[in-house]
């Protein structure tokens, strides 16, 4: 994907410029949460886009410097800014004052997607923001403060941005040729609320300035007050109607109904997504159902809802981890799932037959995940250990979220950027070693994918304890020696990652062994007299279900006349 040489933003360049269209957050507010952490997560699904864990340590530069900025998703030089008096350490999309920040492209009108001349895309918006800010708010003025200046040239994206004590979901679209800038709404997430966006805008009516709760650009500088729940760019309503997308009343004004209006797709591919996460934390969600399977689009779900239990880091790994199981687009029970029950389907997303388009499920879960995490914020710890970047690379179902320290300042070799990519296989990049296992699941996935999830399960328990200890630790020494305590949690993200990458590797020739050609194998006791014995061997075949679908499929083409049943 894309990596940035410390102050340059020099980005390797990818083999496609395909954007990143398919991603998802998921938004708990430290009120929602188990422990009074904030939560945010996010995965980076693009066909091409490798894993790995950026890393950018902080600097002071002189006055006067200035900033190369490269497009996030091809690499392509946009231009200068001025770069800042100093900039924060940031490992993945957290920062040393856990401030974390995540997006999914939703696209949006499309004649606003090229802006010509404009220097600032969503993904340098983001790291550059991450590299500027010390709260979420903050994080937010930078962001609209660069495209206001440098102009904006990337399609419309929902942004996730968190700090140790609040989340915001910040919705942004260009305004196309001929102008400079963009159009945008901020809003932040009542505390004991979650959201959650996925390639859908999701923002609709907000509150309209009224100088206390809300404010415009124009008063960005008052973001910092906290009373502030909403700021927005000042002409996005009178460009709507300068557009000619609305002629309504302000009041009634809806960012995601003008600027990117739902269709099915945009449903049934994206904001199901959304509703099988709002599910699994509220009952009562599917009376949404309608709306997330594409059927009726007036039934738009609310932004964000209260769950009826608190949510630990532990089960926002897990709701990554959907299929739409138990729902009735469960992507192991219909027949694309193939007799070992895998809820994965190559693309395209779409096919026709007979003049008839159809289309697969696409759940939070799936195959072309580049990396994934959940980043955790919490207010009671210093802030370089009280940020954890929990990360994985590839499918979040068979991923490890290993937990990185927010103020680390070096990553593990195995996930560090430039370590491999997407067309440089290499053993010792942690990409490359859970795409080996992931890959060989999907062949048997029912058999395979429990020990995975066994395994996966007891290496993020034995983090979750080792983290509570490590806090404890570095907390204590940080009173007296804060240099020693983030050298601390460096050694110790830098083992974690590097020794789960060594575990996996040999996780997959195990698993590799035991199910290789079809078979089940379980080492035998070799008896007393021989040197070897062969190992034990199941067969299981393909399953009564699946083999009535060959009858059925194939009448008596197989039928053996005369042989008895076994």
């Known amino acids: 994907m894309k990596r940035f040489v410390i102050a340059t933003f020099v980005i390797a360049l990818i083999s496609t410029i395909q954007p990143l269209i398919a991603c998802t957050n998921f938004l708990v507010t430290k009120g929602a949460s188990a422990d009074g952490s904030t939560f945010i997560s996010y995965a980076a699904d693009s066909h091409v886009l490798y894993g790995e864990l950026y890393h950018w340590p902080a600097a002071t530069y002189p006055k006067g410097t200035m900033l190369d900025v490269y497009e996030w998703d091809t690499g392509k030089f946009m231009g200068q800014i001025k770069q800042a008096a100093e900039t924060y350490n940031v490992v993945g999309n957290m920062n040393e004052f856990q401030v974390a920040i995540g997006e999914t492209t939703y696209g949006g009108r499309s004649d606003l997607h090229q802006q010509p001349g404009a220097i600032i895309d969503y993904g340098s918006m983001m790291y550059i923001a991450l590299q500027?800010?010390?709260?979420?708010?903050?994080?937010?003025?930078?962001?609209?403060?660069?495209?206001?200046?440098?102009?904006?040239?990337?399609?419309?994206?929902?942004?996730?941005?968190?700090?140790?004590?609040?989340?915001?979901?910040?919705e942004i679209i260009g305004k196309g040729e001929g102008q400079k800038g963009a159009v945008w709404v901020a809003l932040k997430i009542p505390d004991g609320?979650?959201?959650?966006?996925?390639?859908?805008?999701?923002?609709?009516?907000?509150?309209?300035?009224?100088?206390?709760?809300?404010?415009?650009?124009?008063?960005?500088?008052?973001?910092?007050?906290?009373a502030i729940e909403c700021v927005y760019a000042d002409d996005v309503i009178s460009f709507a109607r300068e557009k000619g997308y609305y002629n309504g009343e302000d009041k009634d004004f809806s960012f995601s109904d003008t600027y990117a209006p739902v269709d099915f797709g945009g449903a049934r591919f994206c904001e199901v997504r959304v509703w099988s996460f709002f599910r699994s934390v509220k009952e009562g969600m599917d009376k949404y159902f309608d709306y997330?399977?594409?059927?009726?689009?007036?039934?738009?779900?609310?932004?964000?809802?209260?769950?009826?239990?608190?949510?630990?880091?532990?089960?926002?790994?897990?709701?990554?981890r959907d299929h739409l199981e138990g729902t009735p687009l469960d992507m192991t029970q219909d027949i694309g799932a193939g007799p070992f029950k895998n809820p994965y389907r190559w693309r395209p997303l779409t096919w026709e037959v007979d003049g008839q388009v159809y289309c697969n499920e696409r759940a939070t879960a799936t195959q072309?995940?580049?990396?994934?995490?959940?980043?955790?914020?919490?207010?009671?710890?210093p802030d370089p250990i009280?940020?954890?970047?929990?990360?994985?690379?590839?499918?979040?179902?068979?991923?490890?979220?290993?937990?990185?320290?927010?103020g680390i300042t070096r990553v593990p070799e195995a996930y560090a950027a430039g370590n491999g990519s997407m067309m440089d296989f290499n053993f010792d990049a942690a990409f490359w070693i859970f795409n080996m296992v992931s890959n060989f699941a999907y062949t048997r996935y029912n058999y395979i994918h429990p020990e995975i999830r066994a395994e996966q399960t007891k290496l993020e328990g034995n983090f979750l304890n080792e983290t509570r200890e490590t806090d404890k630790k570095a907390k204590e020494m940080y009173e007296t020696d804060p240099e020693g305590a983030i050298a601390m949690v460096t050694d110790y993200s830098v083992k974690a990652g590097n020794e789960t990458a060594k575990h996996w590797l040999e996780f997959y020739k195990y698993l590799f062994t035991k199910y290789m050609d079809g078979n089940i194998k379980e080492k035998s006791e070799v008896p007393e007299g021989y040197k070897y014995y062969p190992a034990k061997v199941d067969q299981p075949g393909y399953g009564e279900f699946w083999y009535r679908k060959i009858v059925e499929e194939t009448g008596d083409l197989f039928k053996m006349p005369g042989a008895p049943a076994h």
């Not at 709260?135 to 942004?159: K, P």
């Open 132 to 170: 500027r800010s010390k709260s979420a708010r903050e994080a937010i003025r930078v962001m609209t403060q660069l495209v206001n200046e440098y102009g904006y040239s990337s399609s419309g994206e929902s942004i996730s941005v968190s700090d140790p004590n609040e989340v915001w979901i910040f």
């Open 193 to 226: 609320y979650v959201c959650a966006h996925a390639n859908q805008a999701r923002i609709r009516t907000f509150p309209l300035a009224d100088g206390k709760k809300s404010i415009t650009f124009s008063n960005i500088d008052k973001i910092d007050h906290p």
């Open 292 to 320: 997330a399977s594409g059927h009726n689009l007036e039934n738009r779900m609310p932004l964000w809802i209260k769950p009826d239990r608190k949510i630990a880091v532990e089960d926002v790994m897990d709701y990554m």
């Open 368 to 381: 072309q995940t580049g990396f994934v995490f959940v980043t955790q914020s919490r207010s009671w710890l």
């Open 386 to 406: 009280g940020g954890i970047h929990w990360f994985g690379v590839d499918d979040a179902a068979s991923t490890v979220f290993v937990p990185m320290y927010c």
